[in-house]
């Protein structure tokens, strides 16, 4: 064995400049390159100052992915039902069996003073409802005309001869 002493070779001003470049400067500039870049990536963000823009914007982002329009699905030309129809549907839950004193359908000794007071005041009557009797049947859905619809038909069955409108 060879008592062999290694010789660290003397470093020159060249060697460690170009160490102090190699392991200082070259991550610096990449720190510096990173900060850069990010700069920039935020550079070209443009900021939603306007509160206005910005609402619009998260309004868009949230609002839902498809939309159906009921209201324009739902009515069309409205065609007024009949009066028996209204009646079937509405009034004879009261009037096909006289509930809460109502004049019964088809009965002319209770339609009769009623009659008399003349298809328009009954008309009214039904519309706005009188005392017992709800306004529209309670079915605010109805038309004007399908109330008047159905007064004339529920009065012509107790023997008026209105003529619906
Ligand atoms: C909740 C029960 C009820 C329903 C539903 C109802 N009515 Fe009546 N109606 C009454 C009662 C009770 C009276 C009697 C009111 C009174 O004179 O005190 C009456 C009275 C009437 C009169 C007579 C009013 C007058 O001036 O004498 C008409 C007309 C009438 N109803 C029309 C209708 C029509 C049309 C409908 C359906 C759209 C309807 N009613 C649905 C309870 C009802």
Redesign the pocket.
């Known amino acids: 064995m060879s008592d062999h002493k290694f010789d660290f070779p003397k470093t020159t001003v060249r060697q460690v400049v170009l160490a102090v470049l190699g392991g200082l400067f070259a991550p610096l500039l990449v720190i510096v390159m990173i900060v850069r870049l990010l700069i920039g990536i935020e550079a070209s963000h443009i900021p939603d100052t306007d509160p206005k823009a910005a609402a619009a914007k998260v309004e868009e982002r949230i609002a839902p992915v498809a939309k159906v329009d009921l209201a324009t699905v739902e009515t069309g030309p409205h065609v007024n039902k009949s009066g028996e129809e209204?009646?079937k549907a509405?009034?004879s839950?009261?009037?096909a069996v006289g509930?809460?004193?109502?004049?019964k359908i088809g009965d002319k000794a209770s339609w009769a003073?009623?009659i008399s007071?003349g298809y328009e005041?009954?008309?009214k009557?039904?519309i706005a409802g009188?005392?017992?009797?709800?306004a529209?049947?309670?079915?605010a859905d109805?038309t004007d005309g399908?109330?008047a619809n159905?007064?004339a038909y529920?009065?012509n069955q107790a023997g008026a001869n209105f003529k619906a409108p």
């Open positions: 209204v009646v509405v009034c839950a009261c009037h509930a809460l004193g109502s004049p003073p009623r007071q005041t009954l008309v009557h039904a009188i005392r017992s009797m709800p529209r049947g309670g079915n109805l399908e109330v159905a007064v529920m009065a």
